[in-house]
């Protein structure tokens, strides 16, 4: 019975994935675990990797996208694959880089039990970022704290990918999101508040990637400001709904 499926977008992350899907085999138990690794075609041979790593675990799905199509539509069509599988209870999302933390995920999976969506936080009592300069850490917090304030969330974290979700909170989810880039963050949190599920922070030590590069682009962070501003002044004119986030 695979009841937990860990959901990793990739985009050349050849140097990091074996030893991530290695610490994941030894966290969670075989039997319990699938691993969907969506991959937006690679050039460092990523999606290989994934496959053959899946000769010798055998619990690794890897869907082959044919070019960068955004980390927002990876998620969904990787919560899409998670939801195949009938036996799938909670839902994993996490970057691949190892700046999140395999060792945390039953934590984050211990809070799941009573509530539909767990957000691994940087910015709550016992969170951290380690290997980030100062005005880095600045940006990424006043962008949360922006996030708070404009829509009223009511959590700290916004940005982290890092999160455990139910079954049923990922139903809403994939039904009601249009999101492509890092902006998915954002609007699958809107959409779970805007159905009634509770949220929990889990307080987590982020670390700086220690091989390859970033996918974050200045026109990336751009879009994100405008979807935030835009949404929020749909928000404020209209009654709250899922509408708004189209």
Not at 97 to 112: G, K, Q, V
Not at 120 to 134: C, D, H, M, P
Request: some cysteine; glycine content about 4%.
């Amino acid at each position: 019975m695979s009841k937990i499926c860990i959901v990793l977008p990739t985009y050349n992350e050849a140097a990091n994935l074996p030893k991530l899907v290695k610490k994941l085999e030894n966290i969670i138990t075989k039997d319990e675990l699938k691993i969907v690794v969506v991959d937006d075609n690679s050039p460092d041979g990523t999606s290989e990797i994934a496959e053959k790593l899946n000769t010798q675990y055998g619990n690794i799905v890897v869907y082959h996208r044919p070019e960068k199509l955004g980390i927002g539509s990876a998620m969904l069509d990787g919560m899409k694959i998670a939801l195949s599988f009938p036996d799938t209870q909670f839902i994993v999302t996490m970057d691949a880089d190892f700046s999140h933390d395999p060792e945390d995920i039953p934590r984050l999976l211990r809070a799941a039990e009573k509530v539909d969506f767990v957000q691994a936080s940087r910015y709550i009592k016992g969170g951290k970022i380690i290997g980030w300069n100062r005005f880095r850490r600045l940006e990424s917090f006043a962008a949360n704290t922006l996030c708070n304030l404009l829509l009223r969330t009511h959590i700290k974290e916004h940005t982290t990918s890092f999160r455990v979700y139910s079954r049923r909170c990922v139903v809403a989810i994939v039904k009601n999101a249009h999101s492509k880039k890092f902006e998915f963050a954002i609007e699958f949190i809107l959409i779970a508040k805007d159905h009634n599920f509770a949220i929990k922070e889990v307080p987590i030590a982020f670390t700086e990637r220690a091989y390859g590069k970033s996918k974050l682009k200045i026109s990336d962070v751009f879009w994100w400001f405008f979807f935030l501003a835009k949404t929020f002044l749909s928000r404020l004119s209209e009654k709250p709904g899922l509408k708004q986030l189209r």
